[in-house]
């Protein structure tokens, strides 16, 4: 299993400050994504910026339930997936949905995908992404009671596809310095 | 903390997802079953955000404006001679309308005209998109003590911007005339057609629905003061055909750029607004 704990012995108890550490990195991943999203709503006048908040939640998740899964636990993502839909005025139940089926996915697929090279990881999200896209398309479209055009979903899935290099290296060097609780 | 077996804790593992499935759903039945849980939880959370995005806006809109002077800078001759022309242009249209304006004040003398109060507005900063992925919005930043209230007129530069929906203690909604479930009551001024200004939730609005003949391309679009839902004769854009012959309006206002608006005070607009040509003039004029 992924969580069994440090290795077994008898080691000194940690100090606060140790253990604070410990807490800060293992928080790393839902704190980034959480500003991340906030910083994804400020007023940069980007065209099509809309599309950029379900794309940073969706890369964080599949980021972190890959190569990190204690960092992204259900709970969490659920509530990440609420905050998606306050902040990117999505119909209720979207967000949650949408995210913890990316989860659901990730854990599956966990063993067979963390090992394999970055080309076909991103590949695989690109998968991801265009499902995403789709899950949030069809909620919109099936809450509302009208079609949605198709445009927006499309723009989205690309736009998480292509996003997930610019956040995926960051957070892979950050998962071996910053975000590693066994280097606190 | 309590101590589980590990085949318990494993169990419950595997279970934690499911019922966050089922917790989903229920969210989503929820926000079905009483949409203004949804509005509140939304609004409250723009009202704790609006500040901090207020905050850097102006910051960002320098970037913003920087980057845009140095793109500028490439343009600058031809710029130049295009604003030389269009303000030797403008100059003789002030002409005629300084003379319309006196000839109507003489008309208006004779007829014993009640003038109509000029309407009250209140100017606001956008700070941030508020529609995400399948939605035309924008959100507000206003001050603690504000009198927006939901159903007031936004405006920007040259027209109609939408109108506001949500109100929060330090945020307000507006949703654009872009948005899919726009439905505004127009009048095309050269001909005095009635029309609806439905929005697609892309870059332009169409007309459905006008009475008489079809709209002609390049003529000006006006709110229409029918049931009282705008004040009459608020600028909004002017037709254009695009492919397929469907009668777009391109709006006055650039909505992708909204830095401000200004929100009419819709009491005094409607108690006097009927009639008069130009309700909303931008202050000096």
């Known amino acids: 299993m992924d969580d069994l704990g440090p290795a077994p012995g008898i080691r000194p108890r940690p100090s606060l400050w140790r253990r604070l550490d410990a807490i800060a990195r293992a928080s790393f991943p839902l704190t980034c994504t959480v500003l991340l999203m906030l910083l994804a709503n400020a007023p940069f006048g980007i065209p099509g910026q809309a599309a950029l908040l379900p794309a940073i939640a969706v890369i964080s998740v599949y980021f972190w339930s890959l190569f990190r899964p204690p960092a992204m636990p259900p709970l969490a993502v659920f509530l990440l997936g609420l905050l998606l839909d306050l902040l990117g005025w999505l119909p209720l139940g979207t967000g949650p949905f949408c995210l913890l089926a990316v989860l659901a996915f990730c854990q599956r697929w966990r063993r067979g995908l963390a090992n394999q090279g970055f080309l076909l990881v991103w590949l695989v999200f690109a998968g991801f992404a265009a499902g995403a896209a789709t899950v949030i398309w069809g909620f919109a479209s099936l809450l509302t009671l009208r079609l949605m055009p198709a445009g927006p979903a499309a723009f989205q899935a690309v736009l998480t596809a292509a996003l997930y290099p610019v956040l995926a290296i960051p957070f892979s060097q950050a998962q071996r310095s910053l975000a590693n609780p066994e280097r606190a | 903390m309590i101590r589980l077996s590990v085949p318990v804790r494993q169990a419950l593992a595997r279970l934690t997802l499911p019922v966050l499935f089922a917790v989903s759903f229920g969210v989503v039945l929820l926000g079905r079953v009483d949409a203004l849980v949804a509005d509140r939880a939304r609004i409250s959370l723009a009202d704790a955000l609006a500040p901090i995005y207020a905050g850097l806006a102006g910051p960002l809109g320098a970037v913003r404006a920087g980057v845009s002077n140095l793109a500028d800078l490439a343009s600058l001759g031809a ?207």
């Open chain 2, 79 to 285: 710029e130049n001679a295009h604003l030389r022309a269009a303000n030797a242009r403008l100059m003789h249209w002030q002409s005629v309308a300084l003379a319309l304006a006196a000839e109507n004040r003489a008309l208006k003398a004779q007829l014993h005209w009640i003038p109509t109060p000029s309407p009250s507005f209140v100017t606001a900063r956008v700070v941030a998109d508020a529609g995400g992925v399948y939605a035309k919005a924008v959100l507000l930043s206003v001050g603690p003590n504000h009198f927006i209230r939901a159903g007031q007129i936004a405006l920007a530069g040259g027209g109609l911007v939408g109108r506001v929906v949500d109100v929060g203690s330090r945020a307000a909604r507006v949703l654009l005339i872009t948005d899919l479930n726009s439905r505004i009551p127009v009048l095309l001024e050269g001909s005095r057609t009635r029309a609806i200004l439905v929005g697609t939730n892309g870059p332009l609005p169409k007309l459905i629905y006008w009475s008489g003949g079809a709209p002609r391309e390049g003529e000006r679009v006006v709110t229409a003061g029918e049931a009282g839902a705008f004040p009459p004769d608020l600028p909004i854009g002017t037709v254009h055909y695009a492919a397929g012959h469907v009668a777009e309006v391109v709006p006055a206002a650039d909505l992708d750029r909204l830095e401000v608006v200004r929100i009419v005070d819709d009491g005094t607009v409607a108690a006097g607004a009927a009639g008069s040509a130009t309700p909303v003039l931008p202050p000096g004029v």
